[in-house]
Each structure stands twice: as structure tokens, then as C-alpha cells.
């Protein structure tokens, strides 16, 4: 939805303590503290049988706070979703799949959409500068 230039990448580990960390930093130090809990929708989703003991590790860069926090969720949602794939069974998989589709699309599925580079002759992408012959 938000996610333009950010970029995340979760590790998810297991077994594990059910540590959370972004950058090095703990998932509760997160800011703007109001977006926090965009970031944990994954995990409130599941509840805590679903993760208890999974470790994840989140890398994130580039963007701004907002898309940097709509990249953390999505992250942790597909990084769930592949572990339990791997690890667990294929039809626990397809319930978290579903679970997160159901919720909302885009925890899964990326926004293609992206700012369209300046071109010459204008202001912006688009718009042309206007000319006048008289």
C-alpha cells in the first residue's frame, strides 16, 4: 500500500525464544508509536500460538518511517507464511495464507505502484511547461 522505496527482509527462525527484532532494536521501541500496532497486525493475527517460538529478524532501509512500517508487516507476514511452509505442513500454511488474505491484501501482496520519474520539459512526470506564441 505505502511501500515505495522501503525495503524489508525477515529472518525467520525457529526454533526460538519468540524474539522480534528490527534492526537490532526490539519490536516494542518502534517508532511512531502509533503505527506500532500496523506492524504487529501479522502476529495479532495469529495469536501467540502461532509464533511463540519463532524468532524473526527484520533488516530495513530507504523510504520514510510509514512505508518503512508497511514494508516491517509485510515482511513478517510472508516470512510467517514461508516458514510454516517449510517447517510445519502445507495445510497450516494455507490457513495463515487465507487468514491474511481475508484481513487485508496487501499484508501479502506488494503495491506495484511507484512514483514515475521526472522528465525534461516540465515539472513533473507529466505536466509539460506552458508555451505561448504571441
Given at each position: 500500500?505505502?511501500?515505495?522505496?522501503?525495503i524489508a527482509v525477515a529472518v525467520v527462525k525457529?526454533?526460538?525464544?519468540?524474539?522480534?527484532?528490527?534492526?537490532?532494536?526490539?519490536?516494542d521501541l518502534i517508532?511512531?508509536?502509533?503505527?506500532?500496532?500496523?506492524?504487529?497486525?501479522?502476529?495479532?493475527?495469529?495469536?501467540?500460538?502461532?509464533?511463540g517460538d519463532?524468532?524473526?529478524?527484520?533488516?530495513?532501509?530507504?523510504?520514510?518511517?510509514?512505508?518503512?512500517i508497511y514494508a516491517i508487516r509485510q515482511a513478517i507476514a510472508r516470512g510467517l507464511v514461508k516458514?510454516?511452509?517449510?517447517?510445519v505442513s502445507e495445510t497450516k500454511k494455507s490457513e495463515i495464507r487465507d487468514i491474511f488474505i481475508n484481513f487485508d491484501r496487501s499484508i501479502l501482496i506488494g503495491d506495484s505502484r511507484s512514483t514515475e520519474p521526472k522528465?525534461?520539459?516540465g515539472r513533473g512526470a507529466r505536466s509539460r511547461y506552458q508555451k505561448s506564441y504571441r
Open positions: 500500500m505505502f511501500q515505495k522505496t522501503s525457529g526454533p526460538g525464544n519468540g524474539f522480534i527484532r528490527i534492526n537490532g532494536m526490539p519490536l517508532e511512531p508509536e502509533l503505527l506500532k500496532f500496523k506492524a504487529f497486525e501479522p502476529l495479532l493475527l495469529l495469536g501467540q500460538v502461532g509464533f519463532i524468532d524473526i529478524r527484520i533488516r530495513v532501509k530507504g523510504g520514510g518511517h510509514i512505508s518503512q516458514y510454516f511452509e517449510k517447517f522528465k525534461a520539459g
